[in-house]
């Protein structure tokens, strides 16, 4: 099994993660506020499955590929220090993304679409696909056992951290989104403060220990 210490450092990477704006947080605070927190909630039981999907698909990929290429770790390190940096950019790039302003009028929809409207729109969500690929290889250590099980792990702290922290979003999505109208300064200070996270993470991994 993974170290405590380990999954608390993942637990924070994938909290950074479900904080930085994407398709899932904007489709789940867009219907919080159209169509009210029951429809968020069932969108968001449908993101949840999709994370399953993921982490099937990585599971098994990455059983398959750590044994199979001997170089295939450090190439998926380097990955993963890249994507943290173009996402420590992408928060503090000019006229980034704001989510609560990027949130959109959706049609009022019955339960079934709106679950399957989460499950796709996570299924088909580069980001979550990427941040498995290149982050879950920089936590798994084979002497700890099976690869696909501590795969599994990780892909269920990630779900309960991003179904904890999606639930508070919908919950307080329209007076979060009133907040930020009226104090926009806070939007820069979040920014630079997901960025420093984000960059302190990439060089964490940079200089981690190889397997």
Known sequence: MIPFHDILVFAFAAFILVISPGPNMIYLISRS??????????????????????????????????????LAYTALKVCGVGYLLYLAFQAVRPNGTNVFAATRDLPADKPGKLFRIGLFTNVLNPKTAVFYM??????????????????????????????????????????????????????????????????????????????
């Open 33 to 70: 506020i159209t169509q009210g927190k029951k429809a968020g909630l069932i969108s968001l039981l449908g993101v949840a499955c999709g994370f399953l999907f993921h982490i099937l698909m990585v599971a098994y990929g990455l059983t398959a590929l750590l044994f199979a290429v001997p």
């Open 134 to 211: 290149s982050l879950f290889p920089q936590f798994i250590h084979p002497e700890h056992g099976s690869v696909a099980a501590q795969c599994l792990q990780l892909g269920f702290v990630q779900i309960a951290v991003s179904f904890s922290i999606n639930f508070l979003i919908i919950m307080s999505a329209a007076r979060a989104a009133r907040f930020f109208a009226r104090q926009p300064a806070w939007i820069s200070v979040q920014q630079w403060v997901m960025a420093s996270v984000l960059t302190w993470l990439a060089l964490k991994i940079a200089f981690s220990k190889a397997k």
